[in-house]
């Protein structure tokens, strides 16, 4: 399965949305013509003096000037509220989150399920070659259900509710995850967003036909007649636009059918292939089926957002409007052997609500960070949701055994790991990677940190400085990697004072090296998103030959940056991507300012372009065998601005990607 394909398939998917809203509304607009026309006949009194116009009379209330005013006037309102809907959602998944009432689950929580689900994204995003994404449970959902909200990777989100993460074993939440994780990766989540927006103006005339028709019909004193007989009718227009209302309901229940139910059953096959293990998403849904909650949601937003859900989140009485496909039609997919059997789970109840108040509002320095942080070493016991232990197996390994197989995978010290997973340490670690090691520009670095003002940030970068500048540029990028998660939990004050403390320790001896740009950009484009509203980049050139230029400086900087020879480097590249005359740029003409506005006007390239590219870069940086830090990085760097996972292919670089 190719996941560029697919996300060229979202692009199109997005244009049928369009044309099938496009149709919506010429739908809702004749009809607000007939409903308007029909008040216009009764409103003039002809009701109360017995007398009926013909049906040709009745057609003397249309015109085309009429038609076109309300044409315009409806299209105009669908416009306007579809606009306001798209810009609250356009902000990140975590206001999707946040609006059903989710809450973030933070590294240091105490609840062994939490830990299990932190344990599990964190699996996923390696595989998928991407940052961690925020995490957040929905305390009150008793159903197995979750999703993936945001428009790229960078602002993505993943939610699960309570049923999920306490109903569920580990190799089932696993596939519900990838399930999930597909959906990022694949770009279904910006036309989810999309289509919510578009048709949560669709159904809008049925919200103000509700409210016309709670309006009084009782003649006001002093009001001339013909002014009482219309508003005696207004409740009738509104019950006519509330029946329009339901004929957009339909109309947008459909919508959401004909685009949502295959996107599910490709994010099915997608979790079988990231887990290796089709037991995974199967058991899921047949846990999902013995279990009486089954995948139902009651947050009061939901309903609206029905199509990004992992199942339906309501029983609906018409399979036509449903979202997501058929459960057994589902697990048959995955498990073409299943003897019919559901898996069943007892429902735990819930005496109260697991104790996570605030869990989304923390910062640097915070008491309550220490607190948990220490509470988070006390072990209750792992019990299933049905009263029975779980094995092992079941939750992983412990946090610390985890925490020690990382730093040992990422040959990186355990001191400098659990300092990464809090925002202070996170802080400092950053900062440290652009301590310089002349004297002069390390001092005035240090002088801007204390400027900060942030307690004991100075004196922990003085502590870890040394040993962050002894792990070299081969452990840049996975460190800073480990210190995304936590530097999402600032507020949007200390986020902007770090930007600026960041910025001024680049400029700290009036240039920009190029793995200080390397890093400022992943920070940026992974944090950014987090904490304002970004504007994504925009599908532009269908044809490589038209950013032609900016392929030359990006394959010229990797040359001229890289460990292989120059000239080779550049050749492979080149030739890789069909321009066979494309000759190497000189090094002065290789700025990073340079570099930066290529790869910005390369991140506007359609969606199969740029695997294209990264492959060719990764091909022409691995022609000595092997991949270097300053190469890894300008493929990582490039790969997070153009919000493109890096393809396999990428060698040394995505050996763990799974498409």
């Known amino acids: 399965m190719n996941f560029f394909e697919q996300q060229d398939i979202a692009r199109r998917n997005t244009r049928v949305l369009v044309l099938l ?27 109360y ?56 689950i933070l590294p240091s929580t105490r609840d062994p399920a939490e830990r299990r689900c932190l344990n599990v994204v964190e699996e996923m995003a390696l595989a998928a070659n991407m ?120 109309t947008a229940g459909f919508i959401k059918a004909a685009i949502s139910r295959q996107k599910e059953f490709l994010a099915d096959a997608s979790a079988v292939q990231y887990t290796r293990d089709p037991d995974g998403i199967g058991d899921a849904l047949k846990v999902i089926g013995g279990y009486i909650p089954g995948t139902l949601v009651h947050a009061a937003r939901a309903a609206e957002m029905s199509h990004i859900f992992f199942g339906e989140i309501e029983h609906r009485l018409w399979n036509v409007f449903a979202t997501h496909p058929p459960l057994r039609e589902r697990i048959r997919r995955v498990d073409p052997g299943w003897n019919g059997e559901y898996i069943q789970r007892k429902v735990d109840h819930y005496a109260h609500r697991p104790a996570r108040a605030h869990a989304a509002e923390v910062g640097v320095g915070r008491a309550a960070i220490v607190a948990a942080a220490l509470a988070a070493s006390v072990a209750r016991p792992e019990m299933a949701a049905d009263g029975t232990a779980l094995a092992d197996a079941d939750f992983g390994p412990s946090p610390d055994e985890l925490e020690t197989q990382t730093a040992q995978r990422e040959e990186i010290p355990l001191v400098f790991l659990r ?17 310089s090691e002349a004297e002069a520009v390390r001092q005035a670095q240090l002088n801007l940190i204390e400027e900060a003002g942030i307690t004991g ?22 460190l800073l990697e480990l210190c995304l998660p936590a530097l999402k939990s600032m507020s949007l004050a200390q986020y902007r004072l770090f930007k600026r403390t960041l910025l001024g320790l680049i400029r700290a001896d009036a240039q920009t090296e190029l793995h200080e740009w390397c890093l400022y950009q992943l920070i940026r484009h992974y944090l950014d998103p987090e904490f304002i509203q970004v504007k994504p980049s925009r599908a532009r050139y269908a044809k490589l030959h038209k950013v032609a230029y900016h392929v030359r400086v990006v394959l010229s900087v990797l040359a ?41 006007a390369l991140a506007d390239c359609y969606p199969l372009l ?46 763990q990607a799974p498409f």
């Open 560 to 600: 001229h940056e890289g460990s292989g020879e120059t000239d080779t480097v550049f050749r492979l590249g080149a030739d890789e991507l069909g321009f066979d005359s494309m000759a190497l740029l000189p090094r002065e003409q290789c700025s990073v300012a340079a570099f930066s506005k290529a790869v910005s």
């Open 131 to 250: 940052p961690v994404p925020p995490v957040y449970v929905l305390d009150d959902e008793r159903g197995i259900n979750a999703f993936a909200a945001g428009l790229t990777p960078a602002d993505a989100v993943v939610a699960v509710t309570r049923g999920t993460i306490d109903h569920l074993r580990r190799h089932e939440l696993q596939g519900v995850i990838a399930h999930e994780f597909s959906h990022i990766l694949n770009g279904d989540m910006r036309l989810n967003i999309h289509l919510a927006a578009l048709l949560k103006g669709i159904t809008f005339i049925g919200d103000v036909g509700h409210i016309l028709m709670r309006s009084s019909n009782r003649a006001r004193t002093g009001l001339s007649e013909n002014h009482n007989r219309s508003a005696a009718f207004m409740p009738v227009f509104g019950l006519a636009l509330w029946l329009l209302g339901l004929v957009g309901a339909a």
């Open 457 to 478: 940030l100075t004196d922990l970068v003085h502590t870890l400085g040394p040993g962050v500048r002894d792990l070299g540029a081969p452990r840049r990028l996975p």
């Open 419 to 435: 300092h990464s997973h809090e925002p202070l340490g996170a802080h400092a670690l950053i900062f440290c990677l652009l301590i």
């Open 49 to 104: 003096s017995g007398h009926r116009e013909g049906f040709s009379e009745f057609l003397t209330h249309f015109s085309w000037s009429q038609f076109t005013t309300i044409g315009l006037a409806v299209a105009a309102t669908i416009a306007m509220v579809a606009l306001v809907k798209w810009l609250s959602l356009s902000t990140g998944g975590k206001v999707v989150a946040e609006s059903m009432g989710g809450s973030r």
């Open 610 to 655: 740029k695997p294209r590219l990264l492959k060719a870069m990764a091909l022409a940086a691995g022609a000595d065998g092997r991949l270097s830090p300053v190469e890894r990085e300008i493929i990582a760097s490039m790969a997070a601005v153009m919000d493109c996972p890096v393809p396999v292919g990428a060698a040394g670089v995505s050996s």
């Open 21 to 47: 809203f496009a149709a919506a509304v010429l739908l809702l607009i004749a009809l607000t013509n007939v409903a308007i026309a029909g008040y216009l006949w009764f409103s003039q009194g002809n009701i």
